[in-house]
């Protein structure tokens, strides 16, 4: 592949938006955040709104527009994303953009140089680190070496890196459905009642006897009983701190914390610390992770969940992650994962941290939540249900790290030339 070193001032105009911002609105055009970034795909549930009367004033300087390249000039450098089609956004803070000139590079092609290791160090080597947060400077960014190649070939790399990001995404899709249905199914169940009778009706909805309870200050169907999350896991523990067990940085194998646990997966790519094999079995003594137990974080974002389906050979998890294993006389881990990701759970964790600094839940505190508990019988036919949900879940994710990996791996190749596209 024969590609010219240019820099990226010939290739695109660089722009940033105000140093501020706007009141937030519950509607209206979008105000981008820099945290809707991620690995190269854009997540407007994470920006805010603003109104049209600021949305003018904001716009003042760019408004983006389909095939932008937006990114983060401050904190999280690296992050890119393309900006998506018939969305009215202005930039947020810390928030450039890089509108490509066509004649020269195709956004997607664009995109994929940004975030390929080349063009990641470059914005490392310009770094600049601050007393509170690292920066590059815009003024700076026009003269920042990129390699492009002629747009014939953009496109046909272009094209092999968004199949592979394609399937990931319908994966991802997949996934949402699946878990959202696990929870409505959750929700029926448990909350509202409308499990399976002895015909087959929903239970309340077909006229099933409620008792209030007063320990839940609720009505629960009769012959349930109020427990707590204590009376259904036999096991409760987390993962073990560096400072003198062990050193992070060296081995293989991947020190799981709170930002590597996210929407019910464990993400372990190049951003999450590292540990030997003797680190590993240090954790492990303590964290003991089998298949079957569901991880819970305890701090900020309090309450995100992992059910391990596969026995850990190559991660563990730090402190701040708890570790929760069903009483299986009494649940199942489908029951209990559904149980801890539940609103809730999420209402009573919000409800119960504590913390100056980074709010969070203690073990004994997450014990006491209160629960209906109708029976092991009734939730082993509700695990039935779930458990393939949850795991065609698992084996898509598994897909996708995967492809991500395959991605990553064509990333540099394809674009320093040594792979080409036929």
């Not at 259904?232 to 194998?253: A, C, D, H, K």
């Not at 997966?265 to 094999?277: A, F, M, Q, Y």
Request: glycine share 8%; aromatic share 8%; net charge neutral.
């Amino acid at each position: 592949m024969s590609a010219l070193m240019t820099t990226i001032g010939r290739i695109a105009e660089v722009f940033d938006g105000p140093h501020a911002t706007p009141t937030k609105t519950d509607e209206g055009p979008y105000f981008l955040s820099i945290s809707s970034l991620e690995s190269g795909r854009f997540d407007l549930s994470k920006s805010a709104h603003l109104s049209d009367e600021d949305f003018k004033k904001w716009t003042k300087r760019v408004t983006p527009q389909k095939g932008d390249l937006l990114f983060s000039y401050e904190t999280r450098l690296g992050e890119a994303a393309l900006m998506p089609d018939g969305v009215r956004a202005c930039l947020g803070r810390r928030m450039g953009l890089l509108r490509p000139r066509l004649d020269k590079v195709t956004p997607e092609y664009l995109l994929y140089v940004y975030l390929s290791p080349v063009f990641q160090q470059t914005i490392v080597a310009n770094t600049i680190t601050g007393a509170t947060v690292d920066r590059i400077a815009l003024n700076k960014m026009p003269d920042f070496p990129i390699r492009i190649p002629e747009i014939g070939e953009q496109k046909k790399v272009a094209s092999l890196l968004k199949n592979i990001d394609a399937k990931i995404d319908c994966n991802n899709r997949i996934n949402a459905e699946l878990e959202a249905m696990a929870k409505a199914l959750y929700d029926y169940w448990f909350v509202q009642f409308d499990f399976p009778d002895a015909h087959g009706k929903p239970y309340q909805s077909s006229g099933g006897k409620m008792v209030y309870n007063a320990t839940l200050k609720r009505e629960i169907p009769e012959g349930w009983e109020a427990l707590q999350l204590a009376d259904v896991i036999s096991r409760s523990g987390t993962g073990l701190n560096p400072r003198e067990n062990f050193q992070l940085g060296n081995g293989s194998n991947y020190y799981v914390t709170i930002k590597n646990v996210t929407n019910g997966r464990i993400t372990l790519d190049d951003k999450c610390d590292k540990i030997d094999d003797e680190a590993l079995k240090i954790i492990d003594r303590r964290s003991q992770l089998q298949v079957g137990d569901v991880l819970f974080t305890s701090i900020e974002p309090v309450g995100v969940t992992y059910l391990i389906q596969e026995k850990p050979e190559n991660w563990n998890i730090n402190e701040s992650v708890f570790t929760l294993r069903p009483d299986y006389k009494m649940t199942t881990s489908e029951h209990l994962f559904c149980l801890l990701s539940s609103s809730e759970m999420k209402v009573f964790t919000k409800n119960s941290s504590t913390g100056s600094i980074h709010k969070g839940i203690r073990h004994g505190v997450l014990k006491t939540y209160p629960l209906a508990y109708g029976g092991k019988e009734l939730i082993d036919g509700f695990s039935v249900v779930v458990k393939p949900m949850l795991k065609q879940m698992d084996v898509l994710e598994k897909e996708n790290q995967q492809l991500g990996q395959l991605r990553d791996w064509l990333l540099p190749l394809l674009m320093n030339g040594q792979v080409t596209v036929a």
